[in-house]
């Protein structure tokens, strides 16, 4: 089998889902716990660096933010759930815990770049707060039950992000389109080296 795109994913508790969209879109992808050093990632030459899904509160976890901060700029970055809360500290935002969290396979949030509504996937306690992020950083995804941050980007630095679960399985697949945006950053990235 070809492998077009060498991927390390960061293990905070990654849903297997994760990896078989992934795998499905041609990556070969190399899991490594979530305290390996961003020295050895970056070793392996990834085309991208995926911070995965993980329960708990992104605060209590500082190794990883800076793990997070020695990975962006350096290779493309996509943080799926926990590993969007870590990018967006890493990224100089600040996260907080919400009153009920958000919980269920029914979430609307909308999708702003590509203007539509997509019901989502949600288990999650914490969120990022997007007046905190610095210029530049982009709010791509708006829950539509708070108006609470769903997802980012930072272009500049070839960043993108959700807070929910673009892989659930059995479903919704409203937001799977997520992993072919994965893709074409990581080929723009390889394209402009």
């Not at 396979?105 to 949600?122: D, F, L, T, W």
């Not at 530049?136 to 272009?155: K, M, Q, R």
């Not at 673009?166 to 937001?175: K, M």
């Amino acid at each position: 089998v070809f492998h077009e795109f060498k991927v390390v994913a960061y293990d905070f508790g990654i849903k297997h889902n994760i990896l078989r969209r992934l795998a499905s879109y041609g990556c070969k992808i190399t899991v490594v716990p979530s305290n390996w050093p961003a020295s050895e990632a970056l070793k392996m030459n990834p085309d991208g660096v995926l911070f995965s899904n993980g329960p708990g509160d992104p605060s209590a976890v500082p190794y990883a933010v800076e793990t997070v901060k020695n990975i962006v700029g350096k290779a493309p970055v996509f943080g799926i759930c926990m590993g969007h809360q870590l990018l967006g500290q890493a990224l100089g935002g600040k996260t907080f815990k919400m009153k009920f969290g958000h919980h269920g396979g029914n979430h609307p949030v909308r999708n702003i770049r590509a203007n539509r509504v997509e019901i989502s996937a949600q288990n999650h306690n914490y969120a990022v707060d997007p007046t905190s992020l610095p210029e530049g950083v982009e709010v791509t995804h708006v829950n539509l039950n708070d108006g609470s941050c769903a997802g980012l980007a930072f272009p500049a630095l070839k960043v993108m992000s959700l807070q929910y679960h673009p892989e659930a399985s059995p479903g919704p697949h409203d937001s799977d389109s997520v992993f072919g945006e994965f893709i074409e950053l990581m080929k723009q990235s390889k394209q402009q080296a």
